[in-house]
């Protein structure tokens, strides 16, 4: 589920990026300002983790990358305790830094709490998907236990959408309570939550990725970017009246260019039909 919903988010971000570019007609530069992704796991390659703007890492900026961060690891004592996720984790960061993208997109491996992943101190926003007994051996043996690991990710002020309201009754309340305990006890500040509970029919109506799950993901995803729309308009409240109505047209633009960029998320190895 995790990895489909980074995967619709990637599609649709690179879909708001290159609308806002053609609004300013700013060139796109090697990913800058564009879309990096860090998925796991991989089906051909291992570079299929790591993409800026929807493509792969060439071969010798992969290596170039992995050459950097070996230098700067040589001769720490811990380095020795780093995992191929942790290094490849390690290569993605590198990458959207070196890349300045604008947004990254990251999953986490197993859980979220202890996470390699969950060392980043702030977020745009944090997603947590559906919740189901998988790792058990290392997240507990009920979905109350991994949903404490899963909620993890929540920081401090930093909004979350999550779409375990939407989970069978009887799991429903228990995962929810989890989820909202860990938003309202972050501190210094709360993060503020939102539990979507029914389907965006305009999203579930364009995504193509078979399972009716997917409808889901898909509507978790365009709840995230609503937020990302709105919250570039509120950063400039003083504009001029004609200016306002400028912007709120291009941010219909922008969004419904990320509801047509539904259609074409494409997830090969998952549910799929030849």
């Known amino acids: 589920?995790?990895?489909?919903?980074?995967?619709?988010?990637?599609?649709?971000?690179?879909?708001?990026?290159?609308?806002?570019?053609?609004?300013?007609?700013?060139?796109?530069?090697?990913?800058?300002?564009?879309?990096?992704?860090?998925?796991?796991?991989?089906?051909?390659?291992?570079?299929?983790?790591?993409?800026?703007?929807g493509q792969l890492l060439s071969k010798h900026e992969f290596v170039d990358t992995v050459d950097f961060i070996k230098n700067k690891l040589e001769g720490w004592p811990a380095a020795g305790w780093l995992n191929f996720?942790?290094?490849?984790?390690?290569?993605?960061?590198?990458?959207?830094?070196?890349?300045?993208v604008r947004y990254?997109?990251?999953?986490?491996?197993?859980?979220?709490?202890?996470?390699?992943?969950?060392f980043l101190p702030m977020v745009a926003a944090s997603v947590i998907t559906y919740i189901g007994f998988d790792h058990q051996d290392a997240l507990g043996a009920t979905v109350?236990?991994?949903?404490?690991?899963?909620?993890?990710?929540?920081?401090?002020?930093?909004?979350?959408?999550?779409?375990?309201?939407?989970?069978?009754?009887?799991?429903?309340?228990?995962?929810?309570?989890?989820?909202?305990s860990e938003a309202s006890h972050k501190l210094p500040e709360s993060a503020p939550l939102t539990a979507i509970t029914q389907l965006d029919e305009r999203a579930a109506a364009l995504i193509r990725l078979e399972g009716d799950y997917q409808a889901e993901n898909a509507s978790l995803a365009m709840a995230v970017i609503h937020y990302l729309i709105t919250t570039d308009q509120q950063q400039?409240?003083?504009?001029?009246?004609?200016?306002?109505?400028?912007?709120?047209?291009?941010?219909?633009?922008?969004?419904?260019?990320?509801?047509?960029?539904?259609?074409?998320?494409?997830?090969?190895?998952?549910?799929?039909?030849?």
Not at 240 to 255: C, M
Request: hydrophobic share 30%; proline share 4%; with cysteine.
């Open 1 to 53: 589920m995790k990895g489909s919903v980074c995967h619709i988010l990637e599609q649709c971000l690179c879909a708001k990026v290159e609308t806002e570019r053609q609004r300013t007609r700013q060139p796109c530069t090697r990913g800058e300002g564009g879309v990096g992704v860090f998925v796991s796991p991989h089906l051909h390659t291992a570079r299929e983790r790591i993409r800026v703007d």
């Open 236 to 274: 400039y409240p003083q504009q001029q009246q004609q200016q306002q109505q400028q912007n709120s047209e291009h941010q219909q633009q922008v969004l419904t260019a990320c509801y047509n960029a539904l259609q074409y998320v494409r997830h090969p190895g998952r549910f799929e039909v030849f």
């Open 85 to 100: 996720f942790d290094k490849y984790f390690l290569v993605a960061i590198t990458t959207f830094v070196q890349r300045k």
């Open 104 to 118: 990254a997109v990251i999953e986490t491996g197993i859980g979220g709490r202890y996470d390699t992943t969950n």
């Open 144 to 180: 109350e236990e991994i949903a404490w690991h899963k909620a993890g990710i929540v920081k401090p002020g930093c909004p979350v959408f999550t779409t375990v309201a939407m989970q069978q009754q009887h799991q429903q309340q228990s995962i929810l309570a989890v989820v909202q």
